[in-house]
C-alpha cells in the first residue's frame, strides 16, 4: 500500500492486517486515487495490471468525483504489442473529509479476444475477409428502412467456371483466386459502397446511391474488364471472368429478398447467354424464371415418381450386321403422358444435382430388362450406360455406381460411356476412378469423340476400350473430304491404341458404304439400322426389324428401312 490512511490508528492492528491481507490477495485490481488523480493506493493485482505500462487507463478522476456515481466501464491498456481489456468500476467515496475515487478492475482480455473472434466469424468470410452475407443483408435492410428513401443497387457476381479452375488448377490457386477477387472489388468500390462474400464463388455488391440504370451498367463493365486481367497465383498467370446481375430499388423490389432474387435472376440471363458480361434485371427475365421454376419442379417430380424409362439403341457390326451391343438412352414421361429425349432435361438434372439418382434409375431398368436384352439383342450383347462429365469426375459417386455395376452380377457386359472432358478434367478419373471400374471388368467408352475439348493428341494419354466419332462427323461423310481425313486420323490413331472405333449416327446407305469401302470402322450406330426402341414395344409387337438369322453371339440386323419398325419417341 503507499498511504496510511488517517484512521488506520482507531481500528484494531489484527482486524487492519487481516483487511490488508485480504485486499492484497484480492484477484481484482483495486486503486484509491484523490481528487488530483494521484495513487494513493494500489493492491498487488493492480501493481501487477500496470506493471511495466506507461499506459494506464484514462479516466478523468475529479469528472468522476463531481458526478458522485458509481460507474462501470470497459477500458483499454495499449501497451505496446500485447492490448488488453478490463472490466472496471469506479466509485467515488469520502474517507475522512477527503474525496476519493476507489476503482476495482478485471482483466477480460481472453474473454474479449473470444467474442471478438466469434464477432469475426459470425459477420466476416475468413477466406477474403470481406463482410458476410448477413452484414449486406442487415445494411440493405438499414437503407429500405431509411426516412429518406433513394436509389441503390444489388449486384450479384458469379465467377464464370470456377470449379473448372478449381479442377485444373487444385483447391489452393481456386482459394488464391477468390481473395484475388475480393480484393479487385474492394479496391473499386466507394466508401458508402459494400461488397461481401455470399458463398463459394459468389459475390454481392451493395452500390449506394446510384443515379440510373446506365450509370450503374457503366460501372459494372469497368468492374467486369478490371477483373478480366490476369491474376498471378503461385507463378502462373490465371484469367477469369464474371458474369453479374444487377436489381435497383426501388425500380426491381423493395425487400432485401427481392432485389437479391432479381439481381440472381439477371446473373442467371448472363451465365447462360454470353458470361463475362452483366445484365440489369426486367420482367421478361422474370417470366423465364418462373418457366424455368417450372421445368425444375416437375423433373424433380419425374424424379420422385420414377417416371424414367430406357430406349436401347443397337451398335451394330457393320459387316455381319451383328449386334455387338445396346446403349440405354434414358427417357422422361412428362406431366402430360409425352415421351421427352434427353436433350430437354439431362443438361438441367446435372445443373439441380439430380442426375446421380437418374443415372441409378437408369441401371434399375437395365436390370429388371435384362431377360428381354437378352431375348432381343442377345445374352452377349454388351450394355452401355451414359455417366455426365460431372459424374465421372465424383468419387462418390462413381464409388456407389461401381459397386450397383457389380451387383448386377455382369458387370462385364457394361461399358460406362462418357465425353472426353471427364478425362480432360482435373478430377483424376482416369488416375483413381477409372480403376475402379476397370477392377470391376466395366469397360470405358469416350462419346461423342470430336466436338469437345481434347484434341487428337490428348488421345494418346487417354486409356479408353471404345470411341465413338460424333455423328457431326459421320452426317454426308462421303461427300465432306474434310471430315473423312479427320476421321481417318481418328481411326489410325484410335487402332495404334487398340481402342474400338464407332461411328455414330448413320442415317444413310450412302454413309454406311463410304465406312465400308473406305474405313477399316466395324461398328456403328445409327437410324439406318434402328432408331432406340422401348423393349415394351417389341414384347407387344412382332420385333420385325430383326432379321431372322440369329447365332450364338449376337443378333443380326437389317436395315430399319426395310423394318416395321415406328419408333414413338421425340428426336434430339
Ligand atoms: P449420346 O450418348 O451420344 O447418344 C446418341 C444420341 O444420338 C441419342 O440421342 C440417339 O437417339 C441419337 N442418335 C442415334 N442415332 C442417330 C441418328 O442416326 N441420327 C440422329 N439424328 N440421331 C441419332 P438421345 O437419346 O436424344 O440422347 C442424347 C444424349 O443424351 C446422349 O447422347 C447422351 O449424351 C445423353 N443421355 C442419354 N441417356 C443418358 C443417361 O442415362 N445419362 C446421361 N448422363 N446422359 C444421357
Ligand atoms: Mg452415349
Ligand atoms: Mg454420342
Not at 511495466?52 to 484514462?58: A, C, I, K, L, V
Not at 437408369?362 to 432381343?376: G, H, K, N, P
Amino acid at each position: 500500500m503507499t498511504e496510511q490512511t488517517a484512521d488506520a490508528g482507531a481500528v484494531r492492528p489484527a482486524a487492519a492486517a487481516f483487511a490488508e491481507r485480504i485486499l492484497q490477495e484480492l484477484p481484482a485490481a483495486v486503486t484509491v486515487q484523490d481528487e488530483s488523480g494521484r495513487l494513493i493506493l494500489a493492491n498487488d493485482a493492480a501493481a501487477r495490471q500496470f506493471r511495466g505500462t506507461t499506459n494506464r487507463p484514462d479516466h478523468d478522476v475529479a469528472a468522476m468525483l463531481d458526478g458522485g456515481r458509481t460507474v462501470t466501464r470497459e477500458e483499454r491498456i495499449d501497451d505496446g504489442a500485447a492490448a488488453r481489456a478490463l472490466l472496471t468500476v469506479h466509485k467515488p467515496v469520502e474517507f475522512g473529509g477527503r474525496k476519493l475515487l476507489l476503482s476495482s478492475s478485471l482483466d477480460i482480455s481472453e474473454q474479449k479476444a473470444i467474442e471478438d473472434d466469434l464477432f469475426r466469424r459470425a459477420y466476416f468470410d475468413e477466406l477474403t475477409g470481406l463482410p458476410n452475407r448477413s452484414v449486406i443483408e442487415r445494411q440493405t435492410g438499414a437503407l429500405l428502412h431509411d426516412t429518406m428513401p433513394h436509389r441503390f443497387a444489388l449486384a450479384f457476381l458469379d465467377i464464370d467456371n470456377f470449379k473448372h479452375i478449381n479442377d485444373y488448377y487444385g483447391h489452393a490457386v481456386g482459394d488464391a483466386l477468390l481473395v484475388g477477387f475480393a480484393k479487385r472489388l474492394a479496391l473499386e468500390l466507394r466508401a458508402t459502397d459494400l461488397v461481401s462474400r455470399i458463398s463459394g464463388d459468389e459475390f454481392l455488391l451493395l452500390l449506394n446511391p446510384v443515379q440510373s440504370a446506365a450509370e450503374v451498367g457503366e460501372f459494372i463493365e469497368f468492374l467486369l474488364e478490371r477483373l478480366k486481367a490476369p491474376f498471378y497465383i503461385d507463378g502462373s498467370e490465371v484469367f477469369a471472368s464474371a458474369s453479374i446481375g444487377v436489381s435497383l430499388h426501388p425500380d426491381h423490389g423493395r425487400s432485401y429478398d427481392t432485389l437479391r432474387q432479381n439481381a440472381d435472376i439477371a446473373m442467371y440471363r448472363v451465365k447462360s447467354a454470353t458470361k463475362g458480361a452483366h445484365a440489369i434485371f426486367d420482367a421478361t427475365m422474370e417470366r423465364e424464371a418462373n418457366e424455368r421454376m417450372a421445368i425444375e419442379q416437375s423433373l424433380r417430380q419425374a424424379i420422385l415418381d420414377k417416371r424414367f424409362c430406357c430406349a436401347f439403341q443397337p451398335k451394330v457390326d457393320i459387316r455381319t450386321r451383328e449386334v455387338k451391343g445396346i446403349e440405354a438412352l434414358v427417357r422422361l414421361r412428362d406431366d402430360n403422358g409425352v415421351i421427352q429425349a434427353p436433350g430437354t432435361f439431362v443438361d438441367l438434372a446435372v445443373q439441380l444435382g439430380l442426375i446421380d439418382e437418374l443415372t441409378h434409375l437408369v441401371l434399375d431398368e437395365i436390370v429388371r430388362s435384362i431377360d428381354l436384352i437378352d431375348v432381343t439383342f442377345g445374352a452377349h450383347a454388351s450394355i452401355s450406360i451414359n455417366v455426365a462429365a460431372k459424374q465421372a469426375g465424383n468419387h462418390e459417386f462413381m464409388r456407389a455406381f461401381s459397386k450397383a455395376l457389380a451387383a448386377t452380377e455382369c458387370p462385364t457386359r457394361f461399358i460406362v460411356e462418357v465425353t472426353e472432358d471427364a478425362f480432360v478434367a482435373k478430377t483424376h478419373f482416369q488416375t483413381e476412378i477409372l480403376p475402379m471400374l476397370r477392377a470391376i471388368g466395366v469397360r470405358i467408352s469416350i462419346d461423342d469423340f470430336g466436338i469437345g475439348y481434347s484434341s487428337l493428341s490428348a488421345l494418346a494419354d487417354i486409356t479408353a476400350d471404345e470411341i465413338k466419332i460424333d455423328r457431326s462427323f459421320i452426317t454426308d461423310i462421303h461427300k465432306r473430304p474434310r471430315s473423312q481425313g479427320i476421321l481417318k486420323a481418328i481411326e489410325s490413331l484410335s487402332e495404334a491404341l487398340g481402342m474400338t472405333v464407332i461411328a455414330e449416327g448413320i442415317e444413310t446407305f450412302e454413309e454406311l458404304a463410304y465406312l465400308q469401302t473406305m474405313t477399316r470402322i466395324r461398328y456403328a450406330q445409327g437410324y439406318y439400322f434402328s432408331k432406340p426402341i422401348f423393349l415394351e414395344e417389341l414384347k407387344s409387337s412382332t420385333p420385325a426389324f430383326i432379321g431372322g438369322r440369329s447365332t450364338e453371339s449376337g443378333r443380326h440386323l437389317e436395315p430399319a428401312r426395310t423394318s416395321s419398325m415406328r419408333s414413338t419417341i421425340s428426336r434430339r
